[in-house]
């Protein structure tokens, strides 16, 4: 019954920022865990940054570079992605679960978004 719908992606240069939005509906009242994942043909999808009630979490690979966000009045998060380079070409999806604490592991996460692409050239 939960539903992510993802939004923002296009494309962009090496060096330039992108802002993706994830949109939730359908939660509960219990705690939700809202996560970023991307993923690449071929390759298995790999968790970014996570926020929940206790607090966010980030994959090494992406500190300094990507930070999320809660978007108000809605149930929303955005990812703010800075200095990106033709590696982060991928599919970005968010993701949820009902847990007051982040893991990065995209089989914790039971409800999922459509993803959205991000290009970036050189």
């Known amino acids: 019954q939960v539903h992510l719908v993802e939004s923002g992606g296009g494309s962009v240069h090496a060096g330039e920022s992108l802002r993706l939005s994830c949109t939730a509906s359908g939660l509960t009242d219990e705690p939700y865990a809202l996560a970023w994942f991307r993923q690449v043909p071929g390759k298995q999808r790999e968790g970014i940054i996570c926020?929940?009630?206790?607090?966010?979490l980030v994959n090494d690979r992406f500190k300094g570079r990507f930070t999320i966000s809660r978007d108000h009045p809605t149930n929303a998060v955005s990812l703010q992605m800075d200095n990106l380079t033709p590696e982060d070409t991928a599919t970005y999806y968010c993701a949820a679960r009902q847990k007051t604490t982040c893991v990065l592991n995209s089989v914790s996460y039971d409800s999922w978004g459509q993803g959205t692409h991000v290009t970036v050239s050189s």
């Open positions: 926020i929940a009630r206790v607090g966010t």
